[in-house]
Each structure stands twice: as C-alpha cells, then as structure tokens.
C-alpha cells in the first residue's frame, strides 16, 4: 500500500485532472485559481510530508516544470494555461519526477494530438506543420510559430495529456 503522502498526491492529481479535463476540453481554458491551488497544495504537501527537503524539491519541480514549458510556448507550441498548469504539476510531483512526467505527458499529448487531428480530418495540413517545426529544428534554420487554430476541433487541449500524464508517472514512478 503507499504511502500517506503518495495517496494525497493521487487525490490532489485525480482531483485537478478531472476539474482540468472538463474544463480545457468544454472551454479551452485553465483557470487560474485552479492553478494556484494546485501549486498551493503541492507546495504545502510536499512542505509537511517532506520538510525542507520536501519544500526545495516542491519548488525546485515548479521551477523545472515551468522552464521546461516556458521553453515550448516561446515557439507557439504551448498556450500559457498549459505552462502554469505544468508547473503547478511540478510543485506537487517534486523535482525528481518532473522529467518522467515530462515524458509520459508527450506520449499522452501524441495519442491526443492523432486523435484530435485524425476527428477533424486534418491529417495532411497539421502533418505538413509538425515537418515545418522539425525542419525549423535544424541548424541555420528558423522555427515556425504557429497561431491557435480558430476551429476548437483542431486544437489539442493540451491540460489534460498535462494532468493525465502526470498522474501516470506518479503511479509509474512513485508507487
């Protein structure tokens, strides 16, 4: 059985995956004072379970999990919702999980990205994107920025591969 902190790390994750899936898939947005609970709460547990260790990997998750995000939205890959939310997912998961969370986090957006593109039959146009972006990759070349598409159909609501892969790596990694 796990742990106390592991549990209530569980429920604080399956809480705001939830309240997350709802509402970027309903309305493509993340509220804000979901965020901030979720960081307030991940900061707090990590902070009680952990000490000062605990506190300093909470925060060190935070700042991690932001960068690595803050990275994606300066190329118009990420929307800022989903940089706030990865990194509040950060405070709660520690510093160590941040990178395996970061992984199954892009298996999890993979799959929802094939489902959404192949749902609003634009297969060609968004593969033709992703070869722009990896094309813009190489050396000399520029990266492409893209806009949010205008159709909600094509767009990916990128906060609940963030919660769900998340939630995954915690029960991978931390159990």
């Known amino acids: 059985m796990p742990s106390p902190p592991i549990l209530v790390t569980y429920l604080l994750l399956a809480l705001v995956t939830a309240y997350v899936s ?3 898939v ?3 947005r993340i509220p804000n004072v979901c965020v901030l609970a979720t960081l307030a709460g991940g900061i707090l547990l990590n902070a009680a379970f952990g000490g000062l260790p605990g506190l300093l990997s909470s925060l060190g998750g935070f700042a991690l999990a932001f960068g690595i995000m803050l990275f994606l939205h300066l190329f118009g890959t990420m929307g ?4 706030k939310l990865f990194g509040a997912v950060g405070a709660v998961i520690g ?3 941040v990178l395996p969370a970061f992984a199954a986090v892009a298996v999890v957006g993979f799959v929802l990205a094939v489902f959404t593109m192949v749902r609003a039959r634009a297969v060609r ?3 033709v994107n992703v070869l722009q972006f990896f094309l813009g990759l190489l050396p000399g070349q520029s990266l492409p920025r893209f806009a949010a598409p205008s159709d909600r159909r094509r767009g990916v609501p990128y906060g609940v591969a963030i919660t769900l892969g998340s939630l ?3 029960l991978l990694f931390r159990a």
């Open 22 to 24: 709802y509402t970027d």
């Open 26 to 28: 309903r309305y493509r």
């Open 80 to 83: 800022a919702g989903d940089v």
């Open 95 to 97: 510093a160590g999980l």
């Open 125 to 127: 146009g968004t593969s």
């Open 168 to 170: 995954v790596s915690v």
